[in-house]
């Protein structure tokens, strides 16, 4: 592991002699600290002690180096067929804690007949250890979600790399929205830190602590590289927060010039990209230069571990956005399962214009005529299915008929939506509307024998959009059973419930599966499934219990026609025969 560290460790208790006992502890106490230092540093949870160690110790000092080279906590004794084993020959290196003997011919032995109880305590972190760290920062500040992009290149000299960890600053950590990490062209795992690991690195609590688990090892030596990618929304401030409608928006992101990490870096450089090259001002350590619309700042060099959470002077940037802050407060996805031939969607936005509010009165004539629109927007996209055939949008009035849907085509993956709101939407202000469409059964669901999977996108189809809070709900058929959900990123919360609508049989009712997620973006659209059992022969409940009910309803017809209900009989004529 990179994340190395040097360990004290005191030999309390050694079933053997007095004798052995006395000079192992005098082996270790009359030991420099320099030397002792060097001959406990090793890599954490590592069960051999590297070969220089060993090479440069004698008998006696191999003792104490073997026996510090247990696990954190690990009590071992012969009783559990372990031994001690130390050697004089050169090259033997490798301590293995198997079936009660040594992969080397040992030239003296010391067996364990009781456990040995280590005390650790640890030092001061030891950022030299961490070995060589580059760093490549690249801010993409040209839409209302900012993008980082950051490259790590690093190597250890001592030891092999399994995990790497990356700092984001608290600020910016409670607005992360979606982070990702590649280990050279393959898709790794990032997960926060655990309280334990933060606390024994020593992270500060303005900075927030991950770890991303490497898909192959790094070899001691060898250089490896983290491509980190991160979503943060709600970082750009509007300055001035309110504008005319003619005046442009101005906003204004603050971060560190320096990226927060636990580890000595070599060098940093870092580029911000920005809409266009209308800059107010640029606020950060030199150097600093600017070509047209990217910002690039340093290199910088020799950056202590968490020195940007400490004392590095801010990253300040002020420019114009007018791209659209297109912030979803709430949206509710519904997607209705039918077996006979289409899964319906509806989904009910809550939209709100998140920049600079406006100031003063709102003129139309302005707006057409002079296009003094500001950062307003007028317009969406969205992105449905190729196959989506009903689509409607409309509000709360009635159907809105500024629309128009391009088809896909022959080779197009997706139907492209726009739509026109019924009246622009500048800072502060907000709509609500609804959007709907349907897809061929067979394009989302599949099945081998009973057991079926639906396979749709998670997030809203609409284009350049952040969502605050998303809840998507899915109506399974009656009869569903065992019904699984597997989301590539973890959730806010889960919950089932059943719903009752016609011809369902009230108990039993249609299993509904609700997904809560908070802080939704474009990253988060990505495909999930919902696998459930069907009994296929269920498919008939509902046609047969409408069947059931017409012929029920004809047979009462047909009794009530043929009884007679009258109260005095009519005299039955007989016919005159001639």
């Not at 920062?137 to 209302?144: A, N, Q, S």
């Not at 204004?252 to 010039?257: C, E, G, K």
């Not at 997607?335 to 289409?342: A, D, N, P, T």
């Amino acid at each position: 592991m990179l994340r190395s560290r040097i360990w004290s460790s005191t030999v309390c208790t050694l079933g053997v002699s007095a004798s052995s006992s006395s000079a192992l502890e005098g082996v270790l106490g009359a030991a420099s600290s320099e030397k002792k230092a060097t001959w406990l540093r090793r890599r954490p949870f590592a069960p051999v002690r590297r070969a220089a160690a060993l090479r440069s110790a004698t008998r006696d000092t191999r003792e104490s180096i073997l026996t510090e080279a247990l696990e954190d906590g690990r009590e071992f004794g012969a009783t559990s067929g372990y031994e001690l084993m130390t050697t004089t020959k050169p090259g033997a290196a490798d301590f293995y804690q198997s079936s009660g003997t040594s992969a080397f011919s040992p030239s003296h032995s010391v067996r364990l007949n009781k456990p040995i109880q280590l005390v650790e305590t640890p030092v001061d972190f030891d950022q030299s250890l961490r070995g060589d760290q580059r760093l490549r920062v690249d801010f993409d500040l040209t839409k209302h979600v900012v993008r980082e992009h950051t490259e790590f290149s690093f190597s250890d000299a001592d030891a092999q790399v399994t995990e790497y960890d990356v700092a984001f600053p608290r600020a910016l950590e409670a607005r992360l929205a979606y982070v990702s990490a590649r280990c050279g062209k393959t898709p790794c795992e990032i997960v926060p830190a655990t309280k334990e690991h933060a606390a024994r690195v020593k992270t500060p609590e303005d900075a927030a602590l991950y770890t991303v688990l490497l898909k192959k090892p790094v070899a001691k030596g060898e250089t490896g590289s983290v491509k980190v990618t991160a979503y943060f929304t709600r970082v750009l401030t509007p300055y001035p927060a309110e504008v005319t409608q003619k005046e442009d928006q101005l906003v204004l992101f603050d971060a560190s010039h320096l990226i927060s990490s636990p580890y000595l870096t070599k060098t940093q450089t870092t580029k911000i990209k920005l809409p266009s090259g209308n800059v107010e001002h640029v606020r950060a350590a030199e150097p600093i230069s600017r070509k047209g619309s990217v910002v690039s700042l340093g290199p910088y060099t020799d950056i202590k571990g968490f020195e940007a959470g400490v004392d590095a002077s801010p990253l300040s940037v002020h420019y114009k956005n007018h791209s659209p802050f297109m912030t979803i407060t709430k949206l509710t996805r519904e997607i209705e399962v039918s077996m006979w031939g289409r899964v319906s969607f509806e989904e009910v936005y809550d939209m709100e214009h998140t920049g600079a509010k406006l100031k003063g009165g709102f003129s139309r004539y302005d707006y057409v005529q002079l296009h003094q629109r500001g950062a307003s927007f007028h317009e969406m996209y969205a992105h449905l299915p190729k196959d989506s055939v009903n689509v409607y949008y409309r509000d709360q009035i009635g159907n809105i008929s500024t629309s128009r849907l391009r088809p896909a085509g022959r080779t197009g993956s997706y139907q492209e939506l726009e739509f026109k709101p019924r009246f622009p939407l500048f800072g502060g202000w907000k709509s609500q509307w609804y959007l709907g469409y349907s897809v061929p059964t067979y394009s989302v669901l599949t099945h081998v024998g009973d057991k079926f999977k639906l396979e749709v996108d998670f997030s809203t189809p609409v284009q350049g959009a952040s969502v605050d809070d998303l809840t998507v709900k899915v109506v399974l058929p009656e009869g569903a059973t065992n019904v699984q959900v597997n989301v590539p990123f973890s959730l806010d919360g889960t919950s089932e419930t059943t719903r009752q609508t016609y011809l369902d049989t009230p108990a039993i009712g249609r299993p509904v599966v609700i997904l809560d997620k908070k802080n939704v973006v474009a990253a988060h659209n990505v495909p999930f499934e919902v696998t459930f059992e069907f009994p296929q022969h269920f498919m008939m409940h509902e046609p047969l219990l409408l069947v059931s009910g017409f012929l029920a309803f004809f047979i009462v017809c047909m009794v009530l026609f043929r009884l007679d209900i009258s109260i005095a009989k009519k005299p039955v004529q007989k016919k005159k025969t001639e």
